[in-house]
């Protein structure tokens, strides 16, 4: 059954299907259709839609204006070049690009034909719906990326423990552990194709709005552009405070607590108050203690941001 989600194999059985549908009612040129089959395969449904309704508004404009230059002025290359002078513009104006190719090739059978008439327009229409007709059935079928996506929220999480928990560390020690770039690279690398896959589930859902996929994965991403920010503070720390190991703690049961059903608003209290407890110490004495403390301010507000965008998500979905 899984052989049905294949791209090579759909367009391999919808080229087959198509070629036995237009010989069993006789069309000329049944070879095109098994080609405009192949075309229109796609690997999410919204995209095969969109594509074959270009196809198909395309298909038509060509027949039609090929019947009218064709048999009114003529067949010809000086009327073949007219008819591309005018159509292909006009695909492009009108966004269906995507079907200009055979739309051009339905049009060069007209060009070719006898006479223009009610069979020959039928045969070219028959191309177009057999062809686009097959594969459209074949994109029915799309592969199941949940379960792949799954993982990836898993492995993605489970890298952000990892990442704030070092810098938890890190904002004790004043050193950065010397795998950390590794584990960033790694994460950029699985947000990238986690959001592929998450904007083809969501565009094989055509007749259910679910957007959870795309928007856990975009929350994620903001996620990860803040932790890279957090970590040029990290340059520019090298004195240690109270301030410095109450936010290291802090850290740490952020860390802890990275979990998709964790709407934040507990940590974001508990960083309220933290900022309320750092503005009754004392003040810097020294100008490189004033630096660092403002870092670590710093530090602190980007951790607010982090948090935030992670609860504006739990708000649409918890």
Not at 45 to 54: D, E, M, S
Not at 170 to 178: A, K, N, P
Request: hydrophobic content about 45%; glycine content about 2%.
């Amino acid at each position: 059954m899984r052989y049905i989600y294949n791209l090579t194999f759909k367009m391999t059985l919808s080229a087959i299907a198509s070629l036995i549908i237009a010989n069993k009612l006789n069309v000329e040129f049944a070879t095109v259709a098994a080609v405009i089959a192949i075309l229109s395969i796609q690997d999410d449904r919204k995209k095969a839609l969109v594509i074959g309704k270009n196809r198909i508004f395309a298909c038509i404009i060509s027949i039609i204006l090929s019947a009218i230059l064709y048999r009114f002025i003529g067949q010809g290359a000086f009327i073949f070049s007219l008819f591309l002078i005018i159509f292909i513009p006009l695909a492009s104006k009108l966004n269906i690009s995507e079907g200009m190719v055979p739309a051009i090739v339905l049009s060069t059978h007209l060009l070719i034909a006898g006479e223009i008439n009610i069979y020959w327009i039928t045969n070219e229409l028959l191309i177009m719906g057999i062809g686009i007709g097959t594969a459209s059935i074949a994109n029915i079928f799309m592969p199941s990326l949940e379960k792949i996506f799954n993982e990836d929220k898993e492995f993605i999480e489970n890298q952000y423990r990892v990442i704030l928990s070092k810098m938890s560390n890190s904002l004790i020690t004043q050193t950065v552990d010397i795998d950390e770039e590794k584990v960033l690279k790694e994460l950029e690398i699985r947000l990238k194709e986690s959001s592929e896959r998450a904007y083809k589930i969501a565009n094989n859902k055509l007749f259910k709005n679910n957007s959870y996929y795309t928007d856990y994965i975009n929350m994620r991403k903001n996620q990860f552009d803040i932790i890279m920010k957090m970590r040029t503070h990290f340059e520019r720390f090298y004195m240690s405070f109270e301030q410095t190991h109450l936010m290291s703690k802090f850290t740490k049961k952020v860390a802890e607590n990275v979990k998709d059903i964790n709407d934040c608003n507990e940590l974001l209290i508990e960083l309220s108050k933290l900022k309320e407890e750092f503005k009754k110490m004392a003040l810097p004495k020294t100008r490189e203690e004033f630096e660092n403390r403002a870092q670590l301010l710093q530090f602190l507000n980007d951790m607010e941001d982090l948090l935030n965008i992670k609860r504006n998500f739990a708000s649409n979905y918890l």
